[in-house]
């Protein structure tokens, strides 16, 4: 695997170093011993899908507050996403910083996004999957956002967004 850094801190792009032959190939997406190696949360407890019907859905922006805050690995397993990274911790140095990654089902990538920073992402394609790990178990009552739109971000996703919950739509702007 190959952990490559994106501009918020302690976020990742994990790629696989694929084994090719005539069968197709083979790729390890996760190893406990080499996420510790690479200074990244390996304790990863929980597991979750989220299926989304149409392109231009957006998911986001979420985080857990503390105590409960996650790390999470996100992989798109079907279709396409704009997959977005906010870092909401105050004393890190790329705070308010937001990155973006296009995962699909054919690169294969993942995002590993560390703890305080929120997540969010756009459905590039129709019947897209995203598959996310997390370090804790989901603690409703930590759950939070922000805006997907807030001015404070000034967010790229590159695409309309068509479809989001009310909930997402309704989150605060940071600081607000």
């Given at each position: 695997?190959?952990?490559?850094?994106?501009?918020?801190?302690?976020?990742?792009?994990?790629?696989?170093d694929r084994i090719e032959d005539?069968?197709?190939?083979?790729?390890?997406?996760?190893?406990?011993?080499?996420?510790?190696?690479?200074?990244?949360?390996?304790?990863?407890?929980?597991?979750?899908?989220?299926?989304?019907?149409?392109?231009?859905?957006?998911?986001?922006?979420?985080?857990?507050?503390?105590?409960?805050?996650?790390?999470?690995?996100?992989?798109?397993?079907?279709?396409?996403?704009?997959?977005?990274?906010?870092?909401?911790?105050?004393?890190?140095?790329?705070?308010?910083?937001?990155?973006?990654?296009?995962?699909?089902?054919?690169?294969?990538?993942?995002?590993?996004?560390?703890?305080?920073?929120?997540?969010?992402?756009?459905?590039?394609?129709?019947?897209?999957?995203?598959?996310?790990?997390?370090?804790?178990?989901?603690?409703?009552?930590?759950?939070?956002?922000?805006?997907?739109?807030?001015?404070?971000?000034?967010?790229?996703?590159?695409?309309?967004?068509?479809?989001?919950?009310?909930?997402?739509?309704?989150?605060?702007?940071?600081?607000?």
């Open positions: 695997m190959r952990f490559v850094p994106l501009p918020v801190a302690g976020a990742v792009v994990v790629e696989a005539e069968r197709g190939f083979f790729a390890r997406t996760f190893c406990r011993d080499e996420f510790a190696a690479g200074g990244l949360d390996a304790d990863l407890v929980q597991c979750s899908i989220s299926f989304n019907e149409r392109a231009g859905t957006l998911r986001g922006i979420h985080y857990q507050r503390a105590p409960h805050e996650e790390a999470k690995l996100v992989r798109c397993t079907m279709g396409a996403i704009r997959d977005v990274v906010v870092d909401l911790r105050q004393e890190s140095p790329t705070f308010r910083r937001w990155a973006a990654v296009d995962l699909t089902a054919a690169n294969r990538s993942a995002v590993y996004i560390p703890k305080g920073v929120g997540h969010g992402f756009l459905t590039l394609a129709d019947a897209s999957e995203v598959l996310y790990h997390m370090s804790v178990v989901f603690h409703p009552a930590s759950a939070a956002g922000v805006r997907w739109d807030d001015p404070a971000f000034a967010i790229d996703w590159r695409a309309p967004v068509r479809v989001i919950s009310e909930r997402d739509r309704n989150f605060p702007d940071f600081g607000a």
